[in-house]
């Protein structure tokens, strides 16, 4: 299994989960072109999509629907709180009730709650024959759900959001501050650093830091502030930092007993 991301910021968002001819596009909040641009990058197009996942209703994760749905008949999934605010996508959307389980080809997907100010928001835990991608991002904290369903995950894309300093020093507005470190914001470094040792020590080998604030953060910042936190593992950990705007490299998915056997 192959996982790779598009967009990764307060800008735009999408990633792509590939595995045997089969492909998972997860959130479009970029245009349909860049999706159709960065697939072609990859040797795909857009027909061979399987299905979207969406997270939230947020226009950084959902601005390339309305042009994606209306040229492929790709199934959309996502929760009935944020399938309210896709009418666009009616014809092919797909309410789930999270928690929840599904099978997509290949993969069985679980949807959990996360906390962020958009009604319904989720995330997703994507698992096949070899190994398992999670996703955790726009969440003001680590909710249960989150927990329970992605400690061990072999890749995790992480949200860093923000330096907490930065943040709290730089021009935005008294209220968004608020709004970004509350519960229904988003995962600072530091908080993404506890949750990153947390999953290391429950098996996760392979972290990407995603949806770094271009105003309240650095990809260095980010960073080395998990790296920091995760040198007292003293486990093995590929760390790196999900490019803002162009396709990462692949990130190649194995399942820890994968792994030990070879």
Same mark, same amino acid.
């Given at each position: 299994m192959e996982f790779l991301t598009f967009a990764s910021s307060s800008s735009g968002n999408a990633s792509l989960v590939r595995h045997d001819g089969a492909a998972l596009l997860i959130d479009a909040g970029i245009s349909a072109r860049r999706i159709a641009q960065s697939l072609a990058a990859i040797g795909m197009t857009p027909d061979e999509l399987d299905a979207v996942l969406i997270t939230h209703a947020h226009s950084d994760h959902v601005?390339?629907?309305?042009?994606?749905?209306?040229?492929?008949?790709?199934?959309?999934?996502?929760?009935?709180?944020?399938?309210?605010?896709?009418?666009?996508?009616?014809p092919v959307l797909r309410p789930l009730d999270a928690p929840c389980t599904f099978e997509l080809g290949p993969f069985t997907v679980r949807c959990f709650a996360t906390s962020h100010d958009a009604e319904g928001s989720v995330d997703y835990r994507i698992d096949c024959a070899d190994g398992s991608v999670g996703l955790l991002t726009d969440t003001g904290y680590v909710t249960d759900g989150a927990a329970d369903t992605l400690l061990g995950v072999d890749t995790l894309l992480l949200e860093a959001n923000h330096d907490v300093e930065m943040l709290r020093s730089g021009p935005y507005p008294y209220h968004l501050k608020r709004r970004i470190l509350g519960d229904f914001g988003h995962l600072s470094n530091d908080a993404a650093a506890e949750f990153a040792l947390a999953c290391v020590k429950s098996g996760t080998r392979d972290i990407l830091l995603a949806h770094l604030s271009d105003e309240n953060n650095t990809p260095e910042r980010a960073e080395y502030a998990v @790296?920091?936190?995760? #040198? &007292?593992?003293?486990?093995?950990?590929?760390?790196?930092?999900?490019?803002?705007?162009?396709?990462?490299?692949?990130?190649?998915?194995?399942? @820890?007993?994968?792994? #030990? &056997?070879?």
């Open positions: 601005a390339g629907i309305a042009t994606l749905t209306k040229k492929y008949a790709v199934p959309i999934y996502a929760s009935r709180g944020t399938a309210r605010f896709l009418s666009c996508a009616a @790296a920091r936190r995760l #040198q &007292a593992a003293g486990l093995p950990v590929r760390l790196s930092v999900a490019p803002r705007s162009c396709v990462s490299d692949a990130h190649v998915v194995t399942h @820890a007993d994968l792994r #030990q &056997a070879r």
